[in-house]
């Protein structure tokens, strides 16, 4: 079985609400070291060993997890994963 862990992350320059709230209220609570915050996903996914995962997993973010327009995405896959 493979493991393969999915990072998406919006691109440089779109903005990111959710990033931005996140560091407001860090900056609330005291820690003003914070100076920007970016919020992404994280992903695993398990697949059979027989599959070609990397083009399977770059199939699968271009065509549903990741929106190529705004969004960057990363992976691993990590071989010879028990159940």
């Not at 609570?29 to 996903?41: C, F, H, M, N, P």
């Not at 059979?48 to 995962?53: G, L, Q, R």
């Amino acid at each position: 079985m493979k493991k393969v862990k999915i990072y998406i992350t919006l691109k440089s320059g779109v903005l990111d609400p959710q990033g931005k709230a996140v560091q407001t209220s860090l900056n609330t609570l005291g820690y003003a070291e914070v100076q920007e915050a970016r919020v992404g996903k994280y992903m695993e996914l398990k697949l059979d060993d027989h599959t070609d995962a990397e083009k399977q997993v770059e199939e699968m973010c271009a065509k549903l997890l990741a929106n190529p327009v705004i969004e960057d995405y990363q992976y691993t896959i990590e071989e010879g994963v028990t159940q």
